[in-house]
């Protein structure tokens, strides 16, 4: 078969899938050939730290949100390999519009973001007229749109805090999030009712359990966890600021209540202390995101070789969308982060 008409296959096939789904040669060695495969395209490889550990292993960049969207804005890579969710593989577009940017898995979404649907968002924004909207980046590019400014777990805080006492402001999507913000900073933010799927699930039980059997681990949880986790908890932080108090504070043992994928950083970091991933409250021991773990090393070496999926969106609201983007990187710029 050709290779125009295997491609045109494939790309009608992906259209239902999501990723591609071609044979590999189980001879091939993937992590050689995806780093030839960067050189020859000119391709980054930016990955989430709840990425899988081989696919941590393989990319040019580990980080949150805030850090994945800086490396995304400054890169002069030709392809942006996003391993992570949609809304960061859209992040990187809208912020590069003549770059490639590939998502292994099209599938790979986001319980957060898809708690808030724009058109419901818009009429909720209508009723609020003399409030700005400050939209975490678990969102679509349509609540983007719709945002004044964009905000990650690292730099909320201070976003929040850079705004006058009496402005009004709607915080959205994440409940618990925003709820931590306005304990933190002592605002009444108006709250979207949104959650994440992976964070919303700790036991406190369990963990209660857990801290009674390992009394010298200290316990750090991201602050997408429900406020009765945060409450009991020794550090919150985005998934970097987790990961650097694990490694510089004095503590050996560490409970971690956010996504597993983390614990592979946690542990190469630190590799003398303990890290235990906090349960869920269900049967298993650990908490994955599904979506995150959409992506694995076959569908990324695949998409660099077919350079397949993509991320496309309609130019006018990409534009709508870069705008608070642009405005949180020029804050975090401005506070050092
Ligand atoms: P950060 O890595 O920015 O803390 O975000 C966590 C998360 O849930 C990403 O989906
Ligand atoms: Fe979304 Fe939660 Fe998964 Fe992050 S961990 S991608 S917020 S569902």
């Given at each position: 078969m050709s290779?125009v008409?295997f491609?045109?296959?494939e790309?009608?096939?992906?259209?239902?899938?999501g990723?591609?789904?071609?044979e590999?040669d189980p001879t091939?060695?993937?992590f050689?050939?995806?780093?030839?495969l960067?050189?020859e395209?000119?391709?980054?490889?930016?990955?989430?730290?709840?990425?899988e550990?081989d696919?941590q292993?393989?990319?040019?960049?580990?980080?949150?949100s805030l850090?994945l969207?800086?490396q995304?804005?400054k890169?002069?890579?030709?392809i942006?390999?996003?391993?992570?969710?949609?809304f960061?593989?859209?992040?990187?577009?809208?912020?590069n519009?003549?770059?490639?940017?590939?998502?292994?898995?099209l599938?790979?979404?986001?319980s957060?973001?898809?708690?808030?649907?724009?058109?419901?968002?818009?009429?909720f924004?209508?009723?609020h007229p003399?409030?700005?909207v400050?939209?975490y980046?678990?969102?679509?590019?349509?609540?983007?749109a719709l945002?004044?400014?964009?905000c990650?777990s690292?730099?909320?805080r201070q976003i929040?805090e850079?705004?006058?006492?009496d402005?009004?402001?709607?915080?959205?999507?994440?409940?618990?999030?925003?709820?931590?913000?306005?304990?933190?900073t002592?605002?009444?933010m108006?709250?979207?009712n949104?959650?994440?799927?992976?964070?919303?699930i700790f036991?406190l039980?369990?963990?209660?359990?857990?801290?009674?059997?390992?009394?010298?681990a200290?316990?750090?949880?991201?602050?997408?966890?429900?406020?009765?986790?945060?409450?009991?908890?020794?550090f919150i932080?985005?998934?970097?600021q987790?990961?650097?108090?694990?490694?510089?504070d004095?503590a050996?043992?560490?409970?971690?209540?956010t996504?597993?994928?983390?614990?592979?950083?946690?542990?190469?970091?630190?590799?003398?202390?303990?890290?235990?991933?906090a349960p869920?409250?269900?049967?298993?021991?650990c908490?994955?995101?599904?979506?995150?773990?959409?992506?694995?090393?076959?569908?990324?070496?695949?998409?660099?070789?077919y350079?397949l999926p993509e991320?496309?969106?309609?130019?006018?609201?990409?534009?709508?969308?870069k705008r608070?983007?642009?405005k949180?990187?020029?804050?975090?710029?401005?506070?050092?982060?």
């Open positions: 290779d008409k491609l045109a296959e790309t009608a096939k992906l259209d239902i899938k990723f591609l789904d071609v590999i091939l060695d993937l050689d050939e995806i780093e030839r960067k050189r395209k000119n391709a980054i490889v930016l990955a989430h730290y709840y990425q550990p696919i292993d393989i990319a040019d960049y580990i980080g949150d850090g969207a800086q995304a804005e890169t002069d890579a030709d942006i390999v996003f391993a992570g969710v949609h960061m593989a859209e992040t990187a577009k809208i912020l519009p003549n770059k490639k940017v590939l998502l292994p898995d599938n790979a979404g986001c957060l973001s898809d708690s808030c649907p724009p058109p419901l968002f818009k009429a924004k209508e009723k003399d409030h700005i400050i939209s980046i678990n969102c679509s590019a349509g609540i983007k945002s004044d400014i964009i990650t690292s730099n909320a929040v850079s705004l006058p006492l402005q009004k402001i709607i915080f959205a999507p994440d409940k618990n999030l925003g709820g931590y913000i306005n304990k933190v002592g605002r009444n108006l709250l979207w949104g959650a994440c799927m992976v964070h919303e036991s039980e369990k963990i209660t359990r857990l801290k009674e059997r390992h009394p010298e200290k316990l750090i949880a991201h602050p997408e966890c429900e406020e009765a986790v945060l409450r009991i908890a020794d932080g985005s998934t970097t987790l990961l650097k108090f694990s490694e510089t004095e050996q043992s560490f409970i971690v209540a996504e597993t994928g983390i614990l592979h950083q946690m542990q190469k970091n630190a590799p003398d202390k303990t890290f235990i991933a869920p409250d269900n049967a298993c021991a908490n994955d995101c599904p979506h995150m773990k959409l992506n694995t090393l076959e569908k990324l070496y695949l998409c660099m070789k350079e991320i496309t969106m309609e130019e006018q609201l990409r534009v709508a969308a608070p983007i642009d949180m990187l020029e804050l975090s710029r401005q506070f050092g982060l």
